[in-house]
């Protein structure tokens, strides 16, 4: 292996793609974006430095807490179901029975399914009058079935509902994590009499964590930036009393239809610093309960 | 640098160098020796169709004489792509827009004055009716040019006003009749008729629902004599927008909010079978002229009449304009050519021609007789005589508009759910609207003093 200047040279040029990419298409516009963030900035006339103002009218923005609130209820909501429901579909879908490859594909459809027509689809589903979910639940004698999409008390639930739709990808790094945790360990728990209930409390809990945390942390990056199918089911509404109007649409709204491309850039930098932060924590947290075999 | 990288960069790299090279071309039918204009709409389907029939022939006419070629292009989200594109140096030669972003798109300086451009190329501005004129003016200068305008009226069920016991010849002068009208209207069945919880609504009367045809959420003020913008204010927290808060409420009290809910939940796409007003379902409603034209595909045998939207006073009949405009983005880098192309588009029989297309009315004072006659809407004279009204009013001209018309959604969704006290939130809206203008004004003295230092205060906006 040759080193030197020669070799540095070589290397950076093919390199150059990923670091131009990142320095042009990332690093540049997020630093840019940093700067922004501390001016007013219309788009069309100069950015007007206006030093922390954006920040501090963040603190004091109904909308903002609003939005910052319906984000955090979706985040503590939906992932912990999603992770709980993906992981024992996981489990299921690992047993060996007829008909397995087809329950398998059957779970990840509806991930290929494009996001627009899966609202449009729940759209219906949740239609109060002619939707499938109230046809049955008035068949099943409710009278008044619940008015999923415009009450603001289920909102939010029909959202979260809509949600675990889109669980087909984390059901298959389950499934490859299910495929990683040794046999002998099970044969060992069965030979010491543990139920079924406690080897999956014991053996599968601990040797699917670090999948758990991964997908965890995907969970919070993706719930932080949930978007379309709010924007969708909602037909470009905040939902009734706002209840689905979540950061991202907030921070879309003041960029592009009020265009403050300051103040939009001051929630963007604020929504990493809640990620980076949602993420070290989880990081934190998680260090007893994860578990990295030969760790 | 080995020969054996030198040798995988040139396989690597000759295909992608050879790609950008001699890869596909867009516009292979542009006529050598011809000018391309840069048209952006957000058209298709039939209305997109009607506008490509237009640009084809000022291609094979005009164009061909003036060595120019329009390059029409449907988009979506046009006014954002427009800006952003003006924003980056590029914007098209030219751009139809909704006309509510002429204030804050004029104000950013996004789009090329036209006064000038209109008087050189003989545009006879006061052939058209002044409200569509003056919807596009901002700050006394004309930045856009009018493209398809439409009024709004209120359409009506006349079979459903017979089963009701309704004069179908005599529809609601007054807001207040209109909600009898509507109550008279509205249907309920029950699958349980013991249980008085069971009641659901079958027919509803009428609603404003933003949820069920309604993009006009912010509107019913005005039916009250409640302006929103008074030049330099937003002026919300007044008497006409209690009054038409008073009025929604009290339609909806009467017919259970509940049920009137579960009723706007049911709404399909507004163009298909499922628009509860052609399925039927929906007796009255606030719409556009367009409407007859999915009457005719699909419900062609509904019997509907069309009236003016009623006013608390009958004497000043508020009447709602609005339209798509054709405006020069700032930057544009063919301002005359393509003003040959507005020239051409705004010639009477050519903008009729597109109006009749689309369902709208013709910006003209006086519409052609063929205009009238082969219109898909049998009541278009009616649309025309109210964008002759004094009291037709438009978009508020804010410059901040967007965020306003954001707060009075939430301000009305919020009320049709019985989720805040009224009063406290009209003030609150207006409280948060009036930091919204007013952090808009110190931001545009801010900038003002920077480019020339003059006294602050200078007013935003205009008056309505």
Known sequence: MRSGPQSLLTGLLWTAPWWLGFLLLLAGPMALSLYI?????????????????????????????????????????????????????AVLLNQRVRGQALFRACVFVPTIVPLVAAGVIWMWLLNPEYGLLNTGLRAAGMTNPPLWLE?????????????????????????????????????????????????????????????????????????WQVFALPYVMWRTRPGPDRATYFYTMYLFDNAFNYLKMGYASAMAWVQL????????????????????RGA | MNVRSIILGFVLGLPAVGLLVFGPRGRPDVPPDRTVIRYWEKWTGVEGAAMQRIVDRFNATVGAEHGLWVDYQALGDVDRRMLIATAGGDPPDV?????????????????????????????DLAAFKPIWLDICRFDGTLYALPSTPYTIALYYNRQLFRDAGLDPDRP?????????????????????????????IVQLGFTVSPAMLGWWHWVWPYF?????????????????????LA????????????????????????????????????????????????????????????????????????????????????????????????AYLLRQDVMEELCQAHGKVSPYRTPRPEFLAGHPNPHIRLFDELAASPYAFGYPKMPTWAEAWAELLYLLETLLRDARDPAEA???????????????????????QQESPRPPGASHGESP
């Open chain 2, 247 to 342: 009025w929604i409420r009290e339609l909806r009290a009467a017919l259970g909010n509940e049920r009137v809910l579960q009723f706007e939940g049911t709404a399909g796409a507004i163009e298909s079978a499922q628009n509860p007003f052609l399925s039927g379902r929906l007796a009255m409603v606030f719409q556009g002229p367009w409407l007859a034209n999915w009457a005719r595909v699909y419900a062609p045998d509904l019997d509907y009449g069309v009236a003016r939207f009623p006013s608390v006073d009958p004497e000043r009949p508020h009447v709602f304009a609005s339209m798509d405009v054709l405006v020069i983005p700032a930057g544009a880098r063919r301002p005359r050519e393509a003003m040959i192309f507005l």
């Open chain 2, 95 to 123: 751009a139809g827009l909704p006309d509510r972003f002429v204030p804050p798109y004029a104000d950013q300086g996004a789009l090329h004055p036209l006064d000038d451009l209109a008087t050189e190329f003989g545009l």
């Open chain 1, 273 to 292: 610093l809640i990620i980076l932060g949602l993420t070290a924590l989880v990081f934190v947290v998680s260090r007893r309960a994860v578990h990295y």
């Open chain 2, 426 to 448: 009209v003030r609150a809206t207006q409280a948060k609207v009036d930091g919204v203008v007013d952090h808009y004004e110190r931001m545009a003295d801010r900038r003002r």
């Open chain 1, 151 to 223: 009450s603001p008390r289920w909102a939010m639930a029909s959202l979260i509902l809509v949600s675990l739709w889109f669980l087909g990808s984390p059901i298959m790094i389950y499934l490859a994590g299910l495929q990683e945790i040794p046999e002998e360990l099970y044969e060992a728990a069965t030979l010491d009499g543990a139920s079924a209930g406690r080897r999956f409390w014991h053996v599968t809990l601990p040797g699917l964590s670090p999948v758990i945390l991964f997908n965890v942390v995907v969970g919070i990056i993706a719930a």
């Open chain 1, 37 to 89: 963030s501390f001016c007013d900035y219309p788009l069309l006339q100069p950015p007007v430095f206006v030093g922390g103002a954006n920040y501090a009218q963040l603190a004091g923005d109904p909308v903002f807490h609003k939005a910052i609130a319906n984000t955090i209820v979706y985040a503590a909501l939906a992932i912990p179901i999603g992770t709980a429901f993906a992981v024992l579909l």
């Open chain 2, 172 to 200: 609601p002068r007054t807001p207040a009749e209109l909600n009898e009208y509507a109550r008279r209207l509205t249907r309920m069945t029950a699958n349980n008729p013991q249980d008085p919880n069971d009641a659901r």
């Open chain 2, 224 to 244: 009250f004599d409640g302006p929103l913008w008074d030049g330099r204010h937003f002026t919300l927290d007044a008497p006409g927008t209690h009054a038409a």
